[in-house]
């Protein structure tokens, strides 16, 4: 099946660092990208949506300024979570749909961030 | 949003058949139903989705109600590495082909050796 590749996977960070997070579709082409975040024993609550050349779409309660989210290209978004505060450690996976197979949705293994 | 209802947890034993419910009685015409699982400290993993006829593949069988507003997700013999999290999600569309998933709580399959 398709292969979305999610790095790093595991990351400390100091509170107040930024951190970015790669999100790529190895064998397809994704126009639309979506990132989650998942605390533990919590379901995973979408954050926002990426279409490729164009704005994100954030979900209510998610903070634009702080989770900058760029999907410059078919194969890659980024998330970058800025000024990082211990309430922002958690557990965060990407998705990807394929552009011709637009049914399903391809996750990453997810990131977990811990913010001392 | 469409919802879904599943039991919190079910167990099974090892090649035994798996049904795992999920009710959504307020689904639209247009709302796929979509089956993912997670594995622990994993990102989820496509299983099967359908719309109005039972569909079946390499890992699972989706039994879909006639009403529409039911669901079973089956597992014809579980393994030890079938136990995870099974999220039932209506697949809403919001404009033009877009879509999003919004998950719920799930259900977390136990399966015994």
């Known amino acids: 099946g398709a292969v979305v590749s999610q790095h790093p996977s595991w990351v400390i960070c100091k509170s107040g660092t930024s951190v970015k997070i790669e999100c790529r579709s190895l064998d397809f082409q994704a126009t639309t990208m979506f990132w989650y975040r998942q605390f533990p024993k919590q379901s995973l609550m979408l954050m926002a949506t990426?279409?490729?050349?164009?704005?994100?779409?954030?979900e209510q309660g998610v903070e634009k300024d702080k989770f900058l989210i760029n999907h410059a290209s078919l194969t890659l978004s980024t998330l970058t979570v800025t000024s990082a505060h211990p309430e922002d450690s958690s557990f965060y996976i990407c998705?990807?749909?394929?552009?011709?197979?637009?049914?399903?949705?391809?996750f990453g293994a997810g990131t977990r961030l811990s913010v001392l | 949003d469409a919802k879904t209802t599943q039991p919190n947890s079910m167990e099974s034993n090892e090649e035994e058949p798996v049904h795992l419910p999920c009710n959504h009685s307020t689904i639209s015409g247009t709302d796929y139903i979509h089956w993912y699982r997670q594995l622990p400290s994993q990102g989820p993993e496509y299983v099967i989705h359908?719309?109005?006829s039972n569909v079946n593949n390499r890992m699972a069988s989706l039994a879909i109600a006639e009403d529409r507003k039911s669901s079973t997700l089956i597992l014809h013999r579980a393994t030890l590495r079938d136990a995870a999290v099974y999220y039932c999600?209506?697949?809403?569309?919001?404009?033009?082909?877009?879509?999003?998933?919004?998950f719920g709580k799930g259900t977390l399959l136990t399966v015994n050796p």
């Open positions: 999600i209506l697949r809403e569309t919001t404009f033009g082909s877009n879509y999003k998933l919004t």
């Open positions: 998705s990807a749909r394929d552009s011709l197979a637009k049914n399903i949705q391809y």
């Open positions: 359908g719309l109005t």
């Open positions: 990426s279409n490729e050349g164009s704005k994100a779409t954030y």
